[in-house]
């Protein structure tokens, strides 16, 4: 800058990336030999477009310059400007300017300016952290292999944090995947060898279990699972009892087909990034893999983040665990002809993951609205007739680690409030009843008259 002029030089302090919620503050520096004319502080948006003032110090109201009156006497002074952020947002994330103007030193009519800027980088930890089963619910695969697929979800982050996945603790070393497998696309292969379970913790029981339930298949047997024995068709003397019936026959399904190997897998790694509105990231990592029930049931997979906002790396945990005796509740508990009842699963003896589905059946016969079966949580048999009697509801709940079935009797009462002979199969009113109900209702007039 011309000596005439005046000197002036304009620098902000640079600073490293901040936390949200942390207090900032920002720091111009500027040297001159003149007398400043004034100090303000912009914040650039619309990508330079608008600048918004913050801050304005300007030295014709102020008297802490009147040493500088001596335009002859030159002498560099050393001046700070500060701008304090108490509690820094991510919206606060962005370029910043510190505009100094001085007087020119030939005349005080001109003013003489200089700028520095800052660019303020502001980082958010993840606000949230789960991990779902992509696809669910879905059922058993008795004889093909399947594949299966974690979806860790975290959200909240800027900048996008480092997602991966642990098995039992153990980092999964996974091939990265640019686009998602094909969903016909059968089972995931990779080149790279396979390498044995063994060197894991396993319980040696469930390793056991496993290996003679094959054992069982190559014998010929399998656990049967498709129907209850003829032995459950109800007794006439068991229609008698007063309460519904629960038949404690819960049988989980583990047929490991003969494409099961004790290896393990070939994992398959794919990331998606998603930015909000608001500046942060949704990251959704998703891993991928061929499921094998006979190992992956009761396997714990975790989903890891790091963030250079976390101190220490965010978890959320999953096992996969195939459904076992679910509970069955019926309301009302003394059901009679005509009632609506309500068979409904209400939780299972163990904790399942991922959601199982549920399928109802009767034994033996057609549903009451002459489905074959039903897929839901909750049954639903409107104006039970009196022919329901006796009559048992299979309960199927599998998800892809398993499948389990329960058995339930309903038991029908009497109603008082519907003469014997006059209900239909639906439960209604039929012919007798309406003409029961006629001549009922003509001599209550007669007699009135």
Not at 143 to 151: E, G
Not at 360 to 377: I, N, P, Y
Not at 408 to 435: K, M, Q, Y
Request: aromatic letters at 8%.
């Amino acid at each position: 800058m011309d000596l005439a002029r005046g000197y002036l030089t304009v620098n902000i302090e640079p600073l490293p990336p901040v936390v949200a919620g942390d207090a900032v503050t920002l720091k111009c520096n500027f040297k001159t030999d003149g007398r400043m004319r004034e100090i303000v502080w912009y914040r650039v948006t619309d990508g330079g477009t608008i600048k918004q003032k913050i801050f304005t110090f300007d030295a014709m109201f102020s008297t802490n310059y009147s040493h500088m009156e001596n335009y002859r006497k030159r002498e560099d002074l050393v001046y700070q400007s500060t701008v304090r952020l108490p509690e820094v947002r991510i919206s606060d994330n962005g370029p910043y300017e510190c505009h100094v103007g001085i007087y020119d030193r030939a005349t005080r009519e001109k003013v003489v300016l200089a700028s520095g800027n800052i660019f303020l980088n502001v980082m958010a930890p993840p606000t949230s952290i789960e991990v779902v089963a992509a696809d669910t619910p879905a059922p058993f695969s008795r004889y093909q292999a399947q594949n299966f697929t974690l979806v860790c979800i975290v959200s909240g982050g800027k900048p996008a944090p480092m997602v991966y996945f642990k098995r039992d603790g153990e980092p999964i070393d996974a091939v990265p995947l640019s686009e998602p497998p094909a969903a016909s696309s059968g089972p995931l292969q990779d080149s790279r060898p396979f390498r044995s379970l063994l060197h894991r913790d396993l319980d040696d029981t469930k390793m056991q279990k496993s290996l003679s339930l094959l054992d069982a298949e190559n014998r010929g047997g399998r656990p049967y699972t498709e129907r209850p024995s003829r032995g459950l068709t109800p007794d006439p003397n068991i229609l008698l009892q007063p309460t519904t019936e629960n038949i404690p026959e819960t049988v989980v399904s583990r047929e490991f087909p003969r494409w099961v190997h004790s290896a393990e897998p070939t994992y398959f790694l794919r990331h998606s990034r998603t930015p909000s509105s608001d500046g942060t990231v949704e990251v959704r990592a998703l891993l991928t893999w061929t499921l094998n029930p006979q190992i992956d049931n009761e396997a714990l997979f975790s989903c890891e983040v790091k963030h250079p906002a976390l101190s220490m790396p965010m978890q959320a945990e999953v096992t996969l665990v195939a459904p076992k005796g679910p509970k069955i509740v019926m309301t009302p508990s003394r059901a009679r002809v005509g009632d609506t009842v309500r068979i409904l699963v209400h939780g299972f003896q163990n904790e399942v993951f991922p959601e199982p589905m549920f399928t109802w059946t009767r034994v033996g016969s057609r549903l009451l609205d002459g489905s074959a079966e039903f897929d839901g949580k909750e049954l639903v048999l409107e104006r039970v007739p009196a022919e329901l009697n006796g009559s048992m509801y299979r309960c199927t709940a599998q998800n892809p680690l398993g499948s389990t079935d329960t058995h339930t009797r309903l038991i029908v009462f009497e109603n008082p409030n519907i003469p014997r002979g006059t209900e239909d199969s639906n439960g209604s009113i039929g012919p007798t009843g309406a003409r029961l109900t006629l001549v009922l209702a003509l001599t209550v007039i007669l007699e009135l008259t």
